[in-house]
């Protein structure tokens, strides 16, 4: 599918798509603020989960595969990407950090990538995909509404300087 015949997900309506009612303002992905609005991407926190610091990167309009994507959002992608590692290894200190885009979970068939920071010390029963046991935690062991909201807030100002240390090079 091309670009310009795929549904905008803030303008198209996806009534089963949970990121699109996100971008659309009908529903919240993360008690923080948005971190970052791209023309193609934005970054919001991950919630529930007990990592401070998960992040989701999320197509603004709805694709299921990232082979969907044009030359321009795969562009902001890449770009994204490295802005966002860069801010979470500086604010969380983690040993590395793991990317991942499946698109496959009810509700969530739309492209969006999770980019987890892996703090050293994790528990091998953790670490690879196995931190995947981390989100969406109801059993109360979430990380803190006002830690996520925190770190929203830090990690955008983090990836505001980034951009501008770009940005005088």
Avoid at 24 to 49: C, D, L
Avoid at 122 to 127: F, I, T, V
Avoid at 130 to 138: C, T, Y
Wanted: aromatic share 6%; glycine share 6%; with cysteine.
């Amino acid at each position: 599918m091309r670009h310009d015949e795929a549904h905008d997900a803030q303008n198209g309506p996806d009534d089963s798509c949970y990121s699109c009612e996100a971008l659309r303002g009908e529903r919240h992905i993360s008690p923080g603020q948005r971190i970052f609005e791209g023309k193609w991407w934005v970054v919001e926190h991950a919630w529930p989960t007990s990592v401070v610091g998960w992040v989701v990167l999320v197509l603004r309009r709805h694709a299921g595969a990232l082979h969907e994507l044009a030359a321009d959002e795969l562009t902001e992608m890449g770009t994204l990407l490295a802005r966002v590692v860069r801010a979470l290894h500086a604010e969380t200190d983690c040993a590395k950090e793991y990317l991942a885009c499946f698109a496959e979970a009810e509700h969530f068939q739309h492209v969006h990538l999770h980019v987890v920071p892996r703090a050293t010390g994790l528990p091998q029963k953790l670490q690879g995909p196995r931190i995947f046991a981390l989100l969406n935690q109801a059993d109360g062991s979430q990380a803190s509404v006002a830690d996520v909201q925190a770190f929203c807030g830090r990690l955008a100002a983090a990836m505001d300087a980034d951009e501008s240390s770009l940005d005088s090079q």
